[in-house]
């Protein structure tokens, strides 16, 4: 059904909801292809949201794709469907272990704010104006290069 659907329009993003059961607070799973160009593009939206949003954790995101994780929907809708934005957002069972949050586990009106910054994430990304996406675009790339400048130093690479 996805399939067809995408023959007859883009789909520039896919996200699954999902609970965490031992890692702490609020992130996202998502695909990276190791090309110099995505591993920007494919950041935007969780790093649009880390600003939108309290109790989500940029710092806690993860692009890798492990090899038990390729069936997942996430990897497969980036693999079959070019969908650079695809993710699981998760939500830990366990609450935050940062911010005003911190040690508390999350309740309803959370996760419904969370729905809510989701949303305001999703019209910043699709902004014909794209203020907040070169920002964060601006930002992503000093993270980068940082990261970059340390790698050189120490071989431990996040992006």
Not at 17 to 29: E, L, P, T
Not at 38 to 63: A, G, Q
Request: hydrophobic fraction near 35%.
């Amino acid at each position: 059904m996805i399939k067809k659907f995408a023959e007859e329009r883009e789909i520039f993003m896919y996200c699954d909801f999902h609970a965490h059961s031992r890692k702490k607070n609020i992130f996202m799973y998502g695909c990276s292809s190791g090309k110099p160009n995505d591993r920007l593009r494919e950041r935007i939206f969780p790093r649009l949201l880390s600003k939108n949003c309290d109790v989500f954790s940029f710092d806690d995101s993860n692009f890798a794709i492990q090899k038990s994780k390729e069936s997942t929907a996430r990897v497969v809708m980036w693999k079959e469907l070019n969908i650079i934005n695809s993710y699981t957002l998760e939500a830990s069972f366990c609450g935050a272990d940062f911010g005003k949050f911190a040690d508390h586990h999350f309740n309803t009106q959370m996760l419904e704010e969370l729905g809510h910054n989701f949303c305001d994430s999703l019209c910043d990304f699709c902004d014909p104006e794209q203020v907040k996406m070169v920002n964060v675009l601006q930002e992503l790339q000093i993270m980068i290069h940082s990261k970059d400048n340390d790698e050189d130093d120490n071989n431990d690479r996040y992006f």
